[in-house]
């Protein structure tokens, strides 16, 4: 048995005493060394220490020439001491001086010493220095002693970042929660919010490092293991015909690695070692977060997450919290912190207190980013470790607006924001002002502005913008934020309180809209090389009718005696609205059928997104009750133009000849045929595009529900007469985009864009 195997736990509790001992921190430190020396059979033991600028510095040694002490420095990466820092991983070597990365430093007086072991000092995914001892002799150190040196330099870490051994303001300690700091993210939702942070897992501080009874312990921690695999079972087992998705293969990452033997026996031995539990699992991540901070491929690096998540879930379960702080009593101005989310986790929050969204992940198509809008929230994503550099309880400016956020903002900051937000406040005081107000032009034409919605949580937009009912409801979203098929119960109780919400005004469902990046968590996302084409929306639904007949049926009943609006996504020919028709057609045959009272009007219209749909006016005008223009992807048709990629971003304006002339031609053709036309893509909601759009002959738009005021206050102070006349001399213009000329008219003429 070599000596250490004797000793870790000895010395673990050696320590401890020395912590509680009455005398100065570098007294602490000397004491330290010796006894780690004398414990690990080592002639020497030196803690280096990481300074800010990247250097350590030797603390204290036993067996170096004290002399060197607060002397001896080197750089990150140089000699071994500084490559053990630079890779946050152990160097064991039974000849040092051999070693391509050995740098001599004569004041230390290291030369007869052949054999090292140096442990890095970590704590939370940061090296604060290192750890090493030396031996004369070529010594191999076993795996055991590399084992108990790592725990050894966790308990030191602890106790220097207590400030017990050190002066805090001397070294670098890892990110410091304690100072203002700013991120830069990617903006999935505008917006500016400030307020209290909230970890919405919450973090585990580690209070107790070193056992009193390591048979306890062992049990804690397998009983909590044991824990961990059941509740993983069940969430997966709650998502019983979920096939795949993204959420699906995290969970399956969390059960490989709660069996991962590895794992588990590193767990074990640390406990062994004389750690508490919790402290074997914070060990055991300390090494994981090494990993991922040396990992430069995504994949490893995301598998290496969700490892870190896993043994944070384990903590979690060590100490009984293993809630979310959705049920935790939250701050007034809660502004929540994660790592990623799913949108059902969102909705479990107070909505009355919920501010704002920080993500480390996320992408503007994300389920969550759907509801954060829904919300009203600012949501800003892929913001990288800023968990790291939180404190739950900090302040926080949210900008959705820039995709920035600042914690612990300075005094400036914090003034400078309060002067936004209360200029925001302003302006949403004057249109708040103007809710009542009929969007009249000042030439007296009423526009029916509109607002789009998807979840129950967009319901009360309708009252406070003033929009006058709901162009366009996305039914999928519902689909998308569940972990499994909504039952038709669900579906009918949903449409109903949508329609009781809207309190008699009308709302549009579109069906389900599905494929392309709208993907469900429970169905297997088809490979297909080109989805935004693919197999989506109508095509599927046509392909699988049971699918509509049921969402169609649900709409029926939910509507039963009031007036239904119905249309579908993604029609391109009319021969496909006409199938469509059919089923909705049949399923009111079947309530005929069985006495159930219909509703009193269903009205049966469609999308127009694909531009084949609009050379078939004649035909479609006779038998859609109304058309809804989706500019969005039609954009993406008419130009072939990928809607989301970044660099196509600018390169075709909707504002063109081409485009408005197209428009102008659907418009027109369907106001003579007394067919209602509304545009519903995100077009609608920017001043200076619905102005051109009703310069066009547009007479109704649906918007997101934050633009019904900026637009209505551009209505307002609008002349159509002059603007038609206007817009006459630039249809047939040649320009790349006709929207300098539009903003010249605009500023002439006093109109608020
Ligand atoms: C559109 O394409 O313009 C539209 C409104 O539909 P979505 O954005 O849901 O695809
Ligand atoms: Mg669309």
Known sequence: MSPIQAGPRLLLKRMREIMVERISAQARLDKLVGHIASNMVAEVCSIYLAKPGGV??????????????????????????????????????????????????????????????????????????????????HRHYGDEEVEALQTVAMVLAEMVVSGALVDLGEIDAGPKRDRPWRGQGVSFCEGIAMGRAVLHEPRVKVEKLIADDIGVERLRLDRAIEELREAIDAMLAAEDNVITGE???????????????????????????????????????????????????????????????????????????????????????????????????????????????????????????????????????????????????????????????????????????????????????????MRLQPANTKDGEHVRLLMNAGLIADLPHLEETGAEGIGLFRTELQFMISSQMPRLVDLVDLYRAVLDGAAGKPVVFRTLDLGGDKVLPY?????????????????????????????????????????????????????EFKLARTLVDRELERLARTGVVPPRKVRVGTMLEVPALAFQLPALLGTADFISIGSNDLMQFFFASDRGNPRLGGRYDLLSPPMLNFLKGIVEAARARGVPVTLCGEMAGRPLEAMALIGMGFRSLSMAPASVGPVKQMALTLDVGRLASFMAGLYDRSDHSLREHLKQFAIDEHIIV
Do not use: C
């Not at 000699?79 to 050995?102: C, E, K, M, T, Y």
């Not at 090296?127 to 004369?136: D, F, I, M, S, W």
């Open 247 to 433: 959420t699906r293969d995290v969970l399956e990452a969390y059960r490989m690695f709660a069996h991962d033997r590895g794992w588990l026996n590193k767990l074990r031995e640390s406990v062994t070692t004389g750690l508490t539990a919790e402290a074997a699992v914070e060990r055991v991540q300390n090494d994981t977060r090494a990993r991922m901070a040396r990992q430069t491929d995504p994949l490893l690096r995301d598998r290496l997450h969700d490892l870190d998540d896993l043994a944070n879930r384990l903590l979690r379960h060590l100490t009984g919290k293993a809630d979310t702080s959705a049920h935790e009593t939250l701050p007034a101005d809660t502004i929540l912190f994660a790592r990623s989310m799913g949108p059902a986790e969102l909705l479990d929050y107070d909505r009355t207190k919920l501010r704002g969204l920080i993500l480390e992940e996320g992408s503007p198509t994300s389920h969550v980013a759907i509801v954060a809008r829904a919300l009203d929230i600012p949501l800003i994503g892929r913001i990288e470790k800023v968990l790291d550099q939180i404190e739950p309880g900090d302040w926080v400016i949210a900008d959705g607006d820039t995709a920035e956020i600042h914690l612990r903002p300075a005094h400036d900051v914090r003034e400078a924001y309060r002067h936004k937000l209360a200029l925001r406040a302003q302006r949403q005081a004057t249109f708040a002002a």
């Open 56 to 137: 350590l510095e030797l603390f204290a040694t036993e067996g170096l020439n004290k002399s060197a002490v607060h002397k001896t420095r080197m750089k990150l990466g140089e000699g071994i001491i500084g490559d053990v820092a630079q890779h946050a991983r152990p160097l064991n070597l039974s000849d040092a001086p051999a070693h391509p990365s050995f740098s001599y430093k004569p004041e230390t007086g290291e030369d007869p010493y052949q054999s090292m072991l140096g442990v890095p000092i970590l704590r939370g995914g940061s090296t604060l220095g290192v750890l090493a001892v030396q031996n004369r002799t």
């Open 523 to 575: 169905a297997r996302p088809l490979v297909e090389e080109n989805p935004a084409m693919g197999w989506r929306a109508i095509r599927m639904t046509l392909d699988r009718p049971a699918l509509l007949r049921y969402q169609i049926r649900a709409l029926l009943a939910a509507a039963k005696g009031r007036d239904l609006d119905m249309m579908f996504p993604m029609v391109a020919e009319v021969a």
